[in-house]
């Protein structure tokens, strides 16, 4: 199984700043890394596959990068809607699709 | 617009079998590429995998819950049923459905997911 660790479980940013979150794999899974953002009480929703492609109809501020091992998710402007708890997902290896443990965005 | 709901008890007792239906609109299992997928999020916790079922009938299960799972579709009502035994306090969580479309023969993300439904699992 590919364990995905993400970095940091928390991380405090204040609105209008930039925010960076960390996604690591076990071992390479290639671009295959997709990020969700969850928001208390809502379903996850897709941000980013291919590591670095928007899904329809995200915003611009969120970008995507990294491949084999490392990752990141980039929001350049934070706004009171992004703050929210954000997963990254592997799926190179297929059936065995694992998530990270997430990282919470808050308001600092 | 491509819509998913879960449906199904929202408390089961210990060594029940949970079945969870999944009822889906805009698209059909049918059509080559689709897929539906279980993923469930105890409370506070991160998500898990747990089953995938293809247009083609075709099934994928957690390795660690393969033993307990099956899936199942009934495309004329656009419904993905999922069924787990001996279910466990540890089983308490919310559980999702999701699409997934395979693109160059990778079965990939998820998208949309439903909204979830919470199964607690207790005497």
């Known amino acids: 199984e590919i364990v995905m660790t993400q970095s940091p479980a928390t991380l405090s940013v204040s609105p209008g700043e930039r925010a960076t979150l960390s996604c690591r794999a076990s071992?390479?899974?290639?671009?295959?890394l997709a990020w969700y953002q969850q928001k208390p009480g809502q379903a996850p929703r897709l941000l980013i596959y291919g590591a670095s492609t928007r899904a329809t109809g995200i915003p611009a501020r969120f970008s995507g990068s990294g491949s084999g091992t490392e990752f990141t998710l980039t929001i350049s402007s934070l706004q009171s809607e992004d703050f929210a708890v954000y997963y990254c997902?592997?799926?190179?290896?297929?059936?065995?699709?694992?998530f990270g443990q997430g990282t919470k965005l808050e308001i600092k | 617009q491509v819509t998913l709901r879960e449906s199904g008890p929202a408390l089961v007792k210990p060594t029940q079998t949970l079945t969870l239906t999944c009822t889906f609109s805009g698209f059909s299992l049918s059509t080559s590429g689709m897929c539906v997928s279980w993923i469930r999020q105890p409370p506070g916790k991160a998500l898990e995998w747990l089953a995938l079922?293809?247009?083609?009938?075709?099934?994928y299960y957690s390795t660690s819950l393969k033993t307990r799972l099956t899936i199942s579709k009934d495309t004329s009502k656009n419904q993905v049923v999922l069924t787990m035994t001996n279910m466990d306090p540890v089983d308490t969580a919310t559980y999702y459905c999701?699409?997934?479309?395979?693109?160059?023969?990778?079965?990939?993300?998820?998208?949309?997911w439903g909204q979830g439904t919470l199964v607690t699992v207790s005497s």
């Open positions: 079922i293809d247009w083609d009938d075709d099934k």
């Open positions: 999701a699409r997934m479309m395979v693109a160059a023969g990778s079965y990939n993300w998820f998208d949309p």
């Open positions: 071992q390479s899974v290639s671009s295959n």
């Open positions: 997902q592997q799926y190179n290896n297929w059936p065995a699709y694992t």
